[in-house]
């Protein structure tokens, strides 16, 4: 047999929560339009991912051209069409750099300083590095 009472009061309760939770809820949160709200970290995580595979490709094909990597992101507009230019910075809104090294000639990487923009770190913070080719 159920009790009623109880499950009015319960009912009561949860009820009376919600209206507190929604009287407090912060406006201007609830009026965010969706593309304006908070990105989570994975969802940061993949952008940059994307926007580095976009940029590899760029640069591959700024390879194939010139027969060499490119240096920095001016060189590479002048020889490779890019239509987004958002392609430059990494999910958090820092600029990915190119990085190439005098020992490994034919190699390039990409690397994205994670959430802080400094290189190191761990999590949020942690770097992102893409080896081309």
């Known amino acids: 047999m159920i009790n009623n009472r109880g499950v009015k009061l319960t009912v009561g309760f949860f009820l009376l929560a919600f ?3 929604m009287a407090f809820w912060p406006k201007e949160r609830a009026t965010q339009n969706a593309n304006e709200m908070d990105v989570t970290w994975a969802n940061k995580m993949d952008v940059t991912w994307v926007r580095m595979a976009e940029l590899a490709e760029a640069c591959k094909n700024y390879h194939r051209i010139v027969g060499a990597w490119p240096s920095n ?3 590479l507009l002048a020889v490779v069409r890019i239509k987004d ?3 430059f910075v990494d ?3 820092n600029e990915i ?3 190439t ?3 490994a000639s034919n190699t390039m990487w990409l690397e994205s300083y994670g959430a802080d923009g400094s ?3 761990f999590g949020s913070n942690a770097d992102v590095v893409m080896r081309l080719p």
């Open 85 to 87: 230019k958002n392609i």
């Open 101 to 103: 090294h005098t020992s």
């Open 73 to 75: 992101f001016g060189v």
């Open 97 to 99: 750099s190119l990085l």
């Open 19 to 21: 209206l507190l939770y």
């Open 91 to 93: 999910g958090w809104g």
């Open 119 to 121: 290189q190191g770190g």
